[in-house]
């Protein structure tokens, strides 16, 4: 080991390099110099940083610094239209030193006294926030919205089997399904496929022509479930769906899951966030009424990956997902000790999940998150209107969100495929597409809050060029 790995005075040396090097690169990205994404093929990026460590190291860690900002993925350039990844706070990226240098897993209390306190507190008020009783309700924090559906349906699956499946396993597994749209994200079926139910027995329950679950057809899923005597598990609605941004009726679907006494979740991982903004909170009317939902921080509020708030309308589920024990770490009772958060967690050590998303709220209050939000939402209805009034482009479905499908140039789905690989290629703009019904969409994710009008018509008339793609 270098005898100053550990110094101070070298840390900070280099910290003040590091510092500098990060602000000069976010200038740059955000002045729209370097390409969104500087295109490699996977061998050639392979080739760039082979496995050639020494025993004596020695590199020049700024060197190695100054590659990664120049080689990734530029999240923060305004013309990243792309994944539903953020463009984080500058400000997380020194709380993620602080969170680095600490190390502070929140397995146990003692082990993260201060994480385990703010992560508490920013559950009760997402709690607050979705009408939740803050009396009965709670949750944990989790890596990521894959987990978080996990976690919630691991809940689930224990409420609604009459028996003790995590310890006695299933009796009949056949006999359970769960059910959810057929534009649901596919960590729903990946979670029942861990669960052991089998992918087949997620029944996709048929949307309407703006991909919004149709009750209806909800009804006759669970008559169809009820005649071949299987039990539902859980019937999972969407508040912003991967593809389109689409809100399910939250209010519909529960009422239909409290007459049936069904569990109903709430994949809310993108679109959860609008319950900060009062203005956009109605759009998620009804998600109060669900046994659980999941936020995901990294996509609508601004926070580096990842951060996901896993919440029960009743607290009591989450002690009974994981009822286990270990002897070594806890003394009484799960119930008791809400501040030992593995008792309810798939992590058994977490990272500091809870610090971005607390001090940044502290840091710059609600308002500066909702006024962001509603920023989102209005540039994709402006986007939105520009597409529908372009001559031969196609608007798939009205935004609900920040989430924008449409068809370029009159193009068939050959032509949308090859103009969105030469546009990413060349690294003038990052956009994705997707499929509906058939038919390849371009999709765009409105979420860095540099990303203006102006940079949605440069795109327009990028794709209109003559000779594109």
């Known amino acids: 080991m270098p005898d100053n790995a550990y110094d101070p005075e070298t840390f900070r040396a280099l910290g003040h390099r590091a510092v500098d090097a990060l602000a000069d690169h976010l200038a740059q990205v955000q002045g729209g110099t370097p390409p ?72 146990v209390y003692e082990m993260g006294p201060v994480s385990t306190a703010m992560e508490r ?114 019937v999972v609605g969407s508040a912003g769906s991967t593809a389109t941004g689409a809100i399910d009726p939250l209010e519909d679907i529960a009422a239909i899951c409290e007459a049936r006494g069904v569990w109903f979740h709430v994949d809310g991982a993108h679109s959860g966030a609008f319950l900060v903004s009062d203005r956009l909170r109605p759009r998620l009317a009804g998600i109060g009424r669900a046994h659980s939902l999941v936020i995901d921080a990294h996509k609508m509020l601004m926070m580096p990956s990842l951060a996901t708030a896993v919440l029960f309308r009743d607290e009591g ?43 940044a709220l502290q840091v710059l209050g609600t308002d500066y998150f909702a006024r ?45 495929s090859a103009a969105r690989e030469a546009i990413v290629r060349e690294g003038s703009f990052h956009l994705v597409k997707t499929q509906l019904r058939g038919r390849t969409w371009l999709r765009t994710t409105l979420i860095n809050p540099l990303t203006t009008r102006d940079d949605l018509t440069a795109l327009m008339d990028r794709l209109d060029r003559p000779g594109t793609p």
């Open 121 to 234: 507190s920013l559950v009760q008020w997402f709690s607050g926030l979705a009408g939740y009783d803050p009396a009965r309700a709670g949750g944990v924090l989790t890596h990521g919205g894959s987990a978080g559906n996990l976690t919630a349906l691991l809940a689930a699956r224990q409420a609604s089997t009459p028996y003790d499946v995590w310890e006695e396993g299933y009796r009949a597994p056949m006999d359970l399904c769960l059910l959810a749209s057929d534009q649901t994200h596919y960590s729903v079926r990946r979670s029942a496929q861990v669960l052991g139910l089998g992918g087949r027995n997620v029944i996709a329950v048929p949307t309407d022509e703006r991909f919004r679950m149709r009750p209806e057809a909800l009804e006759a899923a669970l008559d169809e479930a009820e005649a071949r005597g299987r039990r539902v598990l859980a």
């Open 36 to 107: 969104v994404l500087p295109w490699r093929e996977p061998p050639e990026s392979l080739r760039a940083w082979p496995a050639d460590f020494t025993r004596g190291g020695g590199a020049d860690p700024m060197h190695l610094i100054a590659r990664v900002l120049e080689g990734s993925h530029h999240l923060q350039h305004p013309r990243y239209v792309g994944h539903q990844c953020s463009a984080p706070l500058p400000l997380t990226a020194l709380l993620g030193m602080v969170a680095d240098l600490l190390n502070n897993g929140t397995a």
């Open 372 to 416: 962001y939000l509603e920023s989102r939402v209005d540039l994709a209805s402006w986007f939105a209107d520009a597409i529908e009034a372009r001559p031969g482009w196609e608007l798939a479905v009205r935004p609900e969100g920040n989430i924008v499908c449409f068809r370029a140039g009159g193009g068939g789905d050959a032509f949308q």
């Open 317 to 359: 589920h989450s002690f009974e997902t994981f009822s286990q024990q270990a002897s070594y770490l806890f003394d009484r009772s799960a119930r008791q000790e809400w501040y030992n958060l593995a008792h309810r967690t798939l992590e058994c050590t977490k990272r500091f999940l809870s610090l971005d998303l607390y001090v």
